[in-house]
């Protein structure tokens, strides 16, 4: 993985007609940071769907999601629905979502279907409305994972 996120760093390339964007994704500290340099390679970005695989990564105790003084395009102009799927309430994917909450400035549409954890899944609901927001939308829409198996 290091590769990976060494290469996209490095390359000058962007993808300027990527509207939507689909990850498979162990939530932890290194693939986030490949997530980071797409979505700050991917400036007119509207829709992004994580699919939360195992989480063993974790994070390391100083490791921030993103420089808050460092732009990234979609989020701040394009990004407009996010869907999270697979998630399972853990530290992590709170933190993910507290990163999205505060950076997504005009964010109109956050679904997450959370994993067929459904004891958990209305604590957690509770959980991420509470978080703080960069600007009010809709209130997020939540499913268990068994409720929408073909997206």
């Not at 700050?40 to 195992?54: A, M, R, T, Y």
């Not at 990234?72 to 996010?82: G, P, R, W």
């Not at 067929?116 to 409305?129: N, R």
Request: aromatic content about 8%.
């Amino acid at each position: 993985m290091h590769h990976a996120a060494r290469t996209v760093r490095l390359s000058p390339v962007s993808f300027y007609k990527l509207k939507s964007l689909r990850l498979d994704v162990e939530v932890d500290e290194e693939l986030m940071q490949v997530m980071i340099l797409l979505l700050k390679s991917s400036p007119n970005l509207e829709v992004l769907k994580l699919w939360s695989d195992e989480n063993d990564g974790g994070w390391s105790e100083n490791w921030q999601m993103c420089d808050p003084d460092e732009s990234i395009v979609c989020l701040e102009s394009h990004l407009k629905s996010i869907q999270l799927t697979g998630f399972k309430y853990e530290e992590n994917e709170i933190e993910l979502l507290r990163f999205f909450l505060k950076n997504a400035r005009v964010l109109e549409k956050l679904t997450i279907v959370w994993e067929s954890y459904a004891h958990k899944s209305e604590e957690a609901a509770e959980e991420v409305l509470k978080l703080p927001r960069t600007r009010c939308f809709g209130i997020p829409r939540y499913q268990a994972q068994e409720e929408n198996k073909t997206s």
